[in-house]
């Protein structure tokens, strides 16, 4: 998916983003989850969906607090920081 995010492809960006959440939730491996939403919230405001973009942003935000994955959290709080402010 980030490399389809990197090629300016966001539809097929997040069609691998969401059967990459299917198996996320198949086999209950949740330790990447944040980084997954993060990615698709940039494949959303790259798709022109801005807002819909800082809400995922903001569930990666979310997600990493709850996992305690303080990296994951920050990655993500800069993701919706650029979504807020705009690139």
């Known amino acids: 998916a980030r490399g389809l995010l990197q090629a300016d492809e966001p ?3 997040r ?14 491996q949740r ?25 995922t942003a903001q ?3 979310d997600t990493a607090a709850a996992l305690e994955s303080p990296w994951l959290r920050d990655r993500a709080l800069a993701t919706l920081a650029e979504l807020r ?3």
Not at 37 to 45: C, G, S, V
């Open 59 to 61: 569930q990666a935000v």
């Open 11 to 13: 539809a097929a960006g």
């Open 15 to 28: 069609a691998a983003i969401a059967d990459a959440l299917q198996r996320t939730d198949q086999y209950d």
């Open 31 to 55: 330790y990447l989850l944040a980084e997954l939403l993060r990615i698709d919230a940039e494949l959303l405001a790259l798709s022109g969906d801005r807002t819909g973009g800082a809400r």
């Open 85 to 87: 402010i705009g690139r």
